[in-house]
């Protein structure tokens, strides 16, 4: 349960739009562990598949690394999929669920911390905490098709300095949580 209260959201380096702002959560509210699983999804949609993250390979003849794994977030799933996954789970359970707002999402990220991160600044190893492009990102890159994946534009995004243990999304729950016992808010599935 996410408690009432009252935040800066937003961004001093961000678009005018994302600047800070004071901004007020009125009513506490609930807010999922971890972030939706492929087993879970597939509940409601039996064909979901979300397929490979094919900018990485095991082999050089393969699709990518796979991305639907049961325990792995479910990824590639439309606004709308997700506010009908929502409706479909508030029938079921006769509760309702919904897609948090842009406050509640980033004051439940923070957790009450007014760093940038909840685990301190922008130069923490965030490592322990969330699956982003690190090292792991890096290495030899695979010719596949005559293309070369991993090119080095999308390289020039992750930092070497920390190793998160994961190239594409890890299982939920892999990182350590917020102060508020919520996982993978800062990266996972492209937070």
Not at 91 to 106: H, K, N, T, V
Request: glycine fraction near 10%; include cysteine.
């Amino acid at each position: 349960r996410i408690p009432a209260g009252e935040f800066v959201m937003g961004d001093p380096a961000g678009a005018e739009d994302e600047r800070p702002r004071r901004a007020a959560i009125e009513r506490p509210f609930w807010m999922a562990a971890f972030e939706t699983t492929n087993e879970q999804f597939r509940q409601f949609d039996p064909a979901f598949d979300c397929g490979y993250y094919g900018k990485r390979h095991a082999r050089a003849d393969d699709r990518g690394l796979p991305l639907d794994a049961p325990d792995q977030p479910a990824v590639r799933v439309s606004f709308e999929q997700a506010e009908a996954f929502c409706a479909w789970l508030s029938g079921r359970a006769g509760l309702e669920f919904r897609l948090p707002s842009e406050a509640e999402w980033e004051y439940a990220c923070r957790a009450g911390s007014a760093a940038p991160l909840v685990f301190g600044g922008l130069e923490a190893d965030f490592s322990p905490w969330a699956n982003l492009g690190d090292a792991f990102f890096f290495g030899e890159t695979q010719i596949t098709g005559g293309l070369e994946h991993l090119a080095k534009e999308g390289a020039a995004l992750a930092d070497r300095r920390f190793a998160d243990g994961s190239v594409a999304t890890a299982a939920v729950g892999r990182y350590r949580p917020n102060a508020w016992g919520l996982h993978d808010m800062h990266g996972n599935a492209a937070e």
